[in-house]
C-alpha cells in the first residue's frame, strides 16, 4: 500500500478526503492511472519536483477531469492495454465546475471509475459554498450572518443515476468495509462508474480533527448522508436510513454553530422524511435505466 | 502500469504535532483499526501491536478516538 501513495503529504491533520484517497488505492490495486482535478488532493501529494504518487497520475483543470479521463480511458483502449482509469475530484470540480464534462461523460458511458470525495465546500481555494454544501451550513460565502446556506445540498449519485450509468453509489469514509465493497464492485465493472464518498474537512467543518470519523459515522447515523447504491439501474441501501438526530451531528461542528432551533427543526424535519422515501424507492424495485 | 515519474516525498511532517498519540502496548489488542483510520499511513501493526512513525504523524488523534479498547492517549509534545 505505501508504494502507491507516499507518506508525508501535506494536507491537514485529521483530512477525510486523504483517508478516502488511502482507500480507494488500497482497494483498486496498482493497476490504475489517476486523474486528479485540481483540489485539496493535488495540491497535496505533487508539490514539484516531488510526487507522493506510486501509480501513473495526470492532473488537470477543475473543469476538463471527465474529459481528460475520457482521452486516457480511450488511449488504454485503442493501444489494448488492459488498466483502470480512476478519477480522484472534489464535490467542486465534480458538482459544480466540472459537471458538463463529467454529465458528458457519463451520457457516453465512457469506461472510468469515478471517485468524488464529497467535503462539502470548495476547501482548496477558501471555504466557498458549493453546490454540495449542506443547508444551514456557514461558508465564506455563505456566512453565519446570513444564517448559513439557505438551499439543500444536491445529490449527485442520483443524478448519475438518472443517465443510466452501470454503477453509482454513494459511500463514506467512517463506514470502510462497504467502501471497499462498493470500490471493488466498481471495478469489476465496465463504463462510467461513480463512488460519491462523505469525507470530513477539519478545516471547513470547524471539527477537532480528533473527531473526524466521528462525525463522518454521525452523518449517516443521523440519515443525513445515506449509504446505498444504484446497481444496473437498481437502488439498494447498503445500511438502515439512520435514525438518531440530528442535532448531535450538528452540535460537532462549528460551521453550524449559528444555526436557530428552527432551522435545527427544519434540518430534522428533512433527515426524517427522506427514510421513508428512500424506502419506498427500494421496495419499489425501480430501474432507473429505464427513465431514459 | 508504467510509472514515468518515480515517486519521492522527502516532506516528513513530523515537526507539525502539537499532541503525540502514546500507544499502551498491555492495553493493545493489536486490531489495526488504528493503522487504517490513519489519513498519513503513521501507524503501523507490528507484532500485534500498533507502532506510530512519529517522522510523520501529525498529531490529528483520529487514532486515538477510533480505538476500541482506548489504549492510545494523546499527550503535549513538549513533555
Known amino acids: 500500500m505505501t508504494e502507491l501513495f507516499l507518506k508525508g503529504h501535506r494536507a491537514c491533520a485529521g483530512c477525510g478526503s486523504v483517508l478516502a484517497l488511502r482507500y480507494v488505492l488500497e482497494a483498486l490495486g496498482k493497476d490504475v492511472i489517476v486523474v486528479n482535478a485540481t483540489g485539496c488532493m493535488e495540491i497535496i501529494s505533487s508539490q514539484y519536483p516531488e510526487s507522493n504518487w506510486g501509480v501513473p497520475y495526470v492532473h488537470c483543470l477543475f ?32 458538482y ?30 477558501g471555504l466557498q459554498r458549493s453546490g454540495a454544501t449542506p443547508f444551514g451550513s456557514a461558508t465564506t460565502t455563505t456566512p453565519s450572518e446570513m444564517g448559513g446556506k439557505g438551499e439543500w445540498k444536491k ?50 467543518w470547524k ?24 446497481d444496473d439501474g437498481k437502488f439498494k441501501l447498503s445500511r438502515p436510513v439512520g435514525e438518531a438526530p440530528v442535532a448531535e451531528y450538528l452540535k460537532m461542528q462549528g460551521r453550524f454553530k449559528h444555526l436557530t432551533p428552527k432551522q435545527v427543526e427544519t434540518i430534522e424535519e428533512h433527515a426524517r422524511s427522506v427514510k421513508p422515501e428512500l424506502e419506498k424507492l427500494e421496495k419499489a424495485n425501480v430501474n432507473f435505466q429505464r427513465f431514459l | 502500469m508504467q510509472n514515468y515519474v518515480k515517486p519521492k516525498c522527502t ?69
Request: net charge positive.
Open chain 1, 155 to 204: 445529490n449527485l449519485t442520483f443524478i448519475a443515476a438518472a443517465h443510466a450509468v452501470p454503477y453509482a453509489a454513494a459511500a463514506s469514509v467512517a463506514f470502510l468495509p462497504d467502501l471497499q465493497a462498493k470500490l471493488k464492485k466498481a471495478k469489476q465493472k465496465k463504463g462510467f462508474r461513480l463512488v460519491n464518498v462523505h469525507a470530513p474537512c477539519t478545516v471547513g
Open chain 2, 11 to 79: 516532506n516528513k511532517t513530523g515537526s507539525w504535532r502539537s499532541q503525540k498519540p502514546v500507544v499502551n502496548k498491555e492495553k493493545c489488542i493489536g486490531c489495526g483499526t488504528c493503522e487504517r483510520s490513519c489519513p498519513d499511513m503513521a501507524v503501523k501493526v507490528v507484532d500485534g501491536k500498533a507502532v506510530v512513525d512519529y517522522d510523520y504523524c501529525k498529531g490529528c488523534g483520529i487514532c486515538a478516538n477510533e480505538c476500541p479498547v482506548k489504549c492510545i492517549q494523546m499527550k503535549p509534545e513538549k513533555e
Open chain 1, 63 to 94: 473543469e476538463n477531469t471527465a474529459s481528460v479521463a475520457t482521452g486516457v480511458s480511450r488511449a488504454l483502449k485503442h493501444l489494448d492495454k488492459e488498466g483502470t482509469v480512476v478519477v480522484i475530484g472534489g464535490d467542486g470540480a465534480s
Open chain 1, 96 to 125: 459544480d465546475i466540472g459537471f458538463g464534462a463529467v454529465s458528458g461523460a457519463m451520457e457516453r458511458n465512457e469506461d472510468i471509475l469515478y471517485v468524488c470525495y464529497d467535503n462539502e465546500a470548495y476547501a482548496n481555494t
Open chain 1, 207 to 230: 471539527i477537532n480533527p480528533v473527531k473526524a470519523v466521528e462525525v463522518a459515522r454521525k452523518a449517516v447515523e443521523c440519515g443525513l448522508w445515506n449509504l446505498f447504491e444504484i
